[in-house]
């Protein structure tokens, strides 16, 4: 069965480096998505991506934050300048466009550590 | 603003005993709607969902979830828990564009 994965499994690093998460979606998905869960707390929604463009972002999803679809099938995160309270748990999700696109298929998520 | 409520943060139930999993959502007539689990150390995974038709829906793992538009609910339930269920329960709904909105999570604790 097809999957999201994300690499790497967990993440260290200094307090104003940059970081770059990355995912590949299912093959045939087109919607693409970034959550983070911070420990103890909810998942909360960052950004959609569809059509080489971003079609939704939250509050969370400032200047500090991008996404690129760099080639076919990799989709990334990068958080220029970590701060201390981006550390969390970080999960990219997928879905088809046609049918039911809600249906999102995560990965196992990528923990962040910001020290 | 919408949101998903899941009112209780732990549940311990013994193995093999019956499990509800409780899930109310604030928005839309017709919602759609799901239930992930999250095992220890691992990603979200799909358990089951709603779109419409049976209100009555079946998921993996021998689980089932009960829409009830009269209660804004949609409970999560499992005739007989095995210790291998023992993870946390997120139920969670769209919002416009795609995005879901999460309720807090339902920690199970299953004991022997």
């Known amino acids: 069965e097809p999957e999201v994965t994300q690499t790497p499994s967990h993440q260290v690093t200094q307090m104003g480096q940059e970081v770059i998460l990355r995912c590949v979606p299912i093959s045939n998905h087109l919607y693409f998505y970034w959550y983070r869960q911070i420990l103890g707390q909810k998942v909360e929604f960052l950004v959609s991506?569809?059509?080489?463009?971003?079609?939704?972002k939250s509050e969370i999803f400032d200047d500090q934050f991008s996404v690129e679809r760099p080639d076919g099938s990799n989709f990334t995160l990068k958080i220029r300048s970590t701060k201390l309270e981006d550390s969390a748990m970080y999960f990219c999700a997928s879905s088809r466009t046609s049918g039911r696109p809600y249906e999102q298929y995560f990965g196992p998520g990528t923990r962040l550590t910001v020290t | 603003a919408q949101s998903v409520t899941q009112p209780d943060i732990h549940i311990t139930v013994s193995e093999g005993a019956s499990l509800e999993l409780r899930c109310n959502y604030s928005?839309?007539?017709?919602?759609?709607l799901f239930w992930y689990v999250q095992s220890p150390g691992q990603g979200l995974q799909l358990l089951l969902k709603y779109f419409s038709g049976d209100t009555l829906v079946q998921g993996i793992k021998g689980f089932e979830a009960e829409f009830k538009r009269s209660q804004s609910s949609f409970n999560l339930r499992k005739p007989s828990v095995h210790w291998s269920d023992a993870a946390e329960y997120f139920c969670?709904?769209?919002?416009?564009?795609?995005?879901?909105?999460w309720g807090a999570g339902t920690k199970l604790i299953i004991k022997p």
């Open positions: 928005y839309g007539a017709t919602p759609y």
């Open positions: 969670a709904q769209p919002h416009s564009n795609y995005q879901l909105i």
């Open positions: 991506f569809y059509n080489n463009e971003i079609s939704e």
